[in-house]
């Protein structure tokens, strides 16, 4: 079975300092793999996906999320964060259709990260 | 840039009543999802629609829940009986195509009393 672990539950980090979010993942066959932003009270945002390509994936607001085959991880990152990034953070594989999956979603527990001024 | 939209943005209940949690997809998405968020806890996946049927359900989506496309437009969620463990954020999300990422609704609050 499709499965993401997301090791922190809480990561903190000083403004303009780099930001790193872990995320590991099980998959059957090649992995989709997918970052989610959710600020209080709003919906899921997307940021950015890993479906091929690049292992590096650049997204929205700056974020970028490194694809590593070998140890199953797709971290996100930021090089300088910012208050405004403080929200929990979902990593999330696609269940392909080939496993009877039809591609829906299996989400991380979340991360919160915590910009400090 | 186009979003889906969901009403009513927080229901409140009584356990045993029924509810239906409306979304309104992105207009040309063909891939239709549910899911739920309890307080504090991860997202969940409820049920995915496409073609007019549901392609694959979870088993928290027993036959409590029902979903509909009843027009080109709307795609909702019927719990017949709400339960007090069904309190809970609600999101819809739609897709346009197997590799498109999924774009999520703000979300409905259900709160089952």
């Known amino acids: 079975a499709q499965s993401v672990a997301q090791p922190e539950d809480q990561v903190n980090v000083a403004e303009g300092n780099p930001l790193t979010v872990k995320c590991t993942y099980s998959?059957?066959?090649?992995?989709?793999l997918f970052w989610y932003v959710q600020y209080p009270n709003r919906g899921l945002q997307f940021l950015l996906k890993?479906?091929?390509?690049?292992?590096l994936v650049k997204g929205s607001y700056g974020f970028e999320a490194e694809f590593n085959k070998s140890q199953t991880s797709f971290h996100l990152k930021k090089p300088s964060a910012l208050v405004s990034d403080s929200a929990l953070y979902f990593c999330?594989?696609?269940?392909?259709?080939?496993?009877?999956?039809?591609?829906?979603?299996?989400f991380g527990a979340g991360t919160r990260l915590a910009v400090h001024p | 840039e186009p979003e889906v939209t969901q009403t009513p943005s927080h229901q409140v209940t009584q356990m045993g009543q029924e509810v239906i949690l409306r979304c309104v997809p992105i207009?040309?998405?063909?891939?239709f999802y549910w899911y739920r968020q309890i307080l504090g806890q991860k997202v969940e996946f409820l049920v995915s629609?496409?073609?007019?049927?549901?392609?694959?359900k979870s088993e928290i989506f027993d036959d409590q829940f029902s979903v509909e496309r009843p027009d080109g437009s709307n795609f909702t969620l019927k719990i017949r009986s709400t339960k007090l463990e069904d309190s809970a954020m609600y999101f819809c999300?739609?897709?346009?195509?197997?590799?498109?990422?999924?774009?999520f609704g703000p979300g409905t609050r259900l709160t089952v009393l």
């Open positions: 629609f496409y073609n007019n049927e549901i392609s694959e």
């Open positions: 998959v059957s066959g090649n992995p989709y």
């Open positions: 890993y479906i091929t390509g690049d292992n």
């Open positions: 999300a739609s897709r346009l195509a197997e590799y498109n990422e999924q774009f």
């Open positions: 207009s040309n998405h063909l891939y």
């Open positions: 999330a594989v696609r269940d392909p259709v080939f496993s009877g999956g039809y591609n829906k979603l299996i």
